[in-house]
Nanobody, 125 residues
Framework: VQLQASGGGSVQAGGSLRLSCTAS????????VAWFRQVPGKEREFLAR????????YYADSAKARCTISRDNAKNTVFLHMNSLKPEDTAAYYC???????????????????WGQGTLVTVSS
């Protein structure tokens, strides 16, 4: 499956963005999907994950209050809505797909089988 992340851009602090992860080549409903972010020189950081059916979601503590992950399997797309953005949210945001619907180590990037190319989010103060 090929993943395409989009929706990034420049926004002022306090603003909101909705990122999209769209799949091609295979239906995204066959995968659990997560969002990560990364800034240069730092490790990729887990933000949120949603299971295949969309009923189970998991969040990093840092993302819980300001992020919502959702999916529309009919549109083959997973979303990450972020609000109250801060300058420290500036990063490249990646979506990733996991063939396993349930796992305990879901925060680890190397457990994901497919990655999108990333979309850049820049938050200015």
């Amino acid at each position: 499956v090929q993943l395409q992340a989009s929706g990034g851009g420049s926004v002022q602090a306090g603003g909101s963005l909705r990122l999209s992860c769209t799949a091609s080549g295979r239906t995204l409903s066959s995968y659990a999907v997560a969002w990560f972010r990364q800034v240069p020189g730092k490790e990729r950081e887990f933000l949120a994950r949603i299971n295949q059916g969309g009923r189970l979601t998991y969040y990093a503590d840092s993302a819980k209050a300001r992020c919502t992950i959702s999916r529309d399997n009919a549109k083959n797309t997973v979303f990450l809505h972020m609000n109250s953005l801060k300058p420290e949210d500036t990063a490249a945001y990646y979506c990733a797909a996991d063939i396993w619907d349930y796992r305990d180590d879901y925060k680890l990037p190397d457990k994901y089988d497919y990655w999108g190319q990333g979309t850049l989010v820049t938050v200015s103060s």
